[in-house]
């Protein structure tokens, strides 16, 4: 079974940190996401990438980053965490030649205080 | 803004079937459709693709008429453990690479 894991299920933050989210997937597949999920407001892309060391903006980009150093990894970065980024966040990846069948990770709901 | 939508919500009998249909005007021309599950504090779980026409496995049939600009995911004979919330996904055009957007989510609400 393909395994997506986030490195903190709940994690609490105070504004301005630096916060980072780990995910990490064992199936060898090219292609990682980051959404971040609101209640109402459905899934929604931050950034992805086909690629390591490769990375395109998603549809709310602003206030993160993203860092892919190495195939399995796709790290979400929150420079300098508010409290509007407070959210679930979620990881997934997919298979080069089906890049829309997403496996997803179990999430971290991050609260910023 | 291209977007994907969705109906909010859906209520549904045991052993009904359920048709939720998802509206993608601005569908990538190379781009696959794809159904998502998701339960409470779980990440969304892979029911069906497809690219046009029907497509039908064990748990469900997609129906994609010519033009792709929408797709209907149905749900044979639903049982309470169908409830969940319901996404389909799609790349939209950019302009550079499509961009895999998911709809607006759809709950479904089984039940005796």
């Known amino acids: 079974d393909v395994k997506v894991t986030q490195s903190s299920r709940y994690l609490v933050k105070r504004t301005g940190e630096k916060v980072f989210l780990e995910c990490v997937q064992d199936?060898?597949?090219?292609?990682m996401f980051w959404y971040r999920q609101d209640p109402g407001l459905g899934l929604r892309l931050i950034y992805f990438s086909y690629d390591v060391k490769m990375k395109e903006k998603g549809d709310i980009p602003e206030g993160y980053s993203v860092s892919r150093e190495k195939k399995e990894r796709f790290s979400l970065i929150l420079e300098s965490a508010s409290t509007n980024q407070t959210s679930m966040y979620l990881c997934a990846s997919s298979p080069g030649k089906e890049k829309e069948k997403l496996f997803f990770g179990s999430g971290t709901q991050l609260s910023v205080l | 803004l291209a977007k994907t939508t969705q109906p909010i919500s859906m209520d549904s009998y045991e052993g009904q079937e359920v048709n939720i249909t998802c509206s993608h005007n601005n569908i990538a021309t190379n781009d696959y459709i794809t159904w998502y599950q998701q339960f409470p504090s779980q990440g969304p779980r892979f029911i069906i693709q497809?690219?046009?026409t029907k497509v039908t496995n064990e748990v469900a049939s997609l129906f994609i008429p010519a033009d792709r600009k929408s797709s209907t995911l149905s749900l044979p004979r639903v049982s309470l453990s169908d409830t969940a919330v319901y996404y389909c996904?799609?790349?939209?055009?950019?302009?550079?690479?499509?961009?895999?957007?998911f709809g607006t989510g759809t709950r479904l609400q089984v039940t005796l």
């Open positions: 497809g690219y046009k």
């Open positions: 996904l799609v790349g939209l055009n950019t302009g550079t690479a499509s961009k895999l957007t």
């Open positions: 199936m060898d597949h090219e292609n």
